[in-house]
């Protein structure tokens, strides 16, 4: 690169980044929006106590001593009901499962939950467990219990991650796609026509400050899941920054992408809508990606939040290193690709 390129370069990033400080709804976009969700979804789903689990015995002959046998065990609260209050409080949540005692003592004890709630077949057992023992079950194997919360298993070790990774998608394409859609409507784009500036160059200053963006952007928010939430990164921080800057390139990709023909914003608006709202949804920012049938794994796997998600939860929770990162690499590589090849094949100044 020669010096004149080098020079026109240099005052394209410069541009880029006094357009960036200079708006302070970027400026919380990028920073303040990531910790506003660590600290909301931080609080909503930290860890504590186990809650009681509801349970209702129906109303009839042998009720009030099966209400009295469950209620000893403090990790449920029994409520005897008639039979449809009982039905009912099943059905809208209020309780996980119905007892329905046998007209004598030797009769059949029945169970009613739903299957598949989670819930509900646990507190079957728990309810199971503590009717057979109280009826004088002996226990044939000696059990001790031991109780683990060890960090990185926690909901909000998960989920610092797919913030981080939605934060990233977010920033890549809003701040880029939007910027230069809007760069078109007031008519700056046509007047660089007139300079000899090449349009890879011109893209090249986007990648540059995006790149350069990252590194104020990512550690505010890893610090403060450290010092707020004890949430540390198990793998190194070399290696998670690598990844995030890689998925941070690829959504600065996509973001040129939606803009290389959009006439204005709102069409770019439109286009980063459609392609972030599934990724929103399937590439297990809130859950994980396992919850969605096997059949639709490898389209899961190929969206580009859902590798760059994958490979920042696997450095910071698993510790894993780029041999344990390869997939979701290059998935990632895969997206930077297309995205770059169609920005230069489809962009136009006008």
Request: aromatic share 10%.
């Amino acid at each position: 690169m020669n010096s004149a390129r080098f020079s026109a370069l240099r005052e394209l990033v410069l541009m880029r980044w006094r357009v960036f400080y200079r708006e302070p709804g970027t400026m919380f976009w990028t920073f303040g929006l990531p910790v506003v969700l660590s600290i909301a979804l931080g609080l909503a789903f930290q860890n504590k106590e186990p809650e009681a689990v509801p349970a209702a015995v129906q109303d009839g002959p042998r009720a009030e001593h099966v209400q009295q046998v469950l209620v000893k065990n403090h990790e449920l609260i029994v409520k005897k009901l008639p039979a449809a209050e009982a039905h009912e409080a099943l059905r809208t949540g209020k309780v996980h499962v119905i007892v329905i005692p046998g007209e004598t003592a030797d009769a059949k004890v029945t169970y009613r939950f739903d299957p598949t709630r989670p819930d509900s077949r646990l507190a079957r057992l728990l309810v199971d467990d503590t009717l057979q023992r109280g009826e004088g079950r002996p226990d044939t194997v000696p059990t001790a219990k031991q109780h683990v919360t060890e960090p990185g298993s926690r909901y909000i070790d998960f989920l610092i991650p797919g913030l981080v990774g939605m934060g990233l998608m977010s920033s890549g394409l809003w701040g880029i796609g939007f910027a230069l859609a809007e760069m078109r409507t007031r008519k700056l784009l046509k007047r660089l026509v007139a300079t000899p500036m090449r349009k890879s160059d011109f893209m090249l200053s986007f990648l540059i400050v995006r790149a350069g963006l990252l590194v104020i952007e990512l550690p505010p928010l890893l610090v403060f899941s450290y010092l707020v939430f004890k949430v540390g990164v198990a793998g190194s921080v070399l290696t998670l920054l690598l990844v995030a800057l890689l998925g941070a390139l690829v959504f600065a990709g996509m973001g040129l992408l939606f803009a290389s023909r959009s006439e204005n914003p709102q069409i770019v608006s439109g286009l980063i809508n459609v392609a972030t709202f599934p990724m929103y949804l399937c590439s297990g920012v809130f859950f994980s990606t396992a919850r969605f049938p096997d059949w639709t794994q490898p389209f899961v796997k190929f969206l580009p939040l859902t590798a760059l998600i994958d490979g920042l939860r696997a450095v910071m929770i698993d510790g894993a290193g780029f041999a344990q990162i390869t997939s979701p690499l290059i998935v990632l590589v895969i997206w930077g690709f297309l995205c770059f090849a169609g920005t230069l094949k489809l962009f136009r100044w006008r």
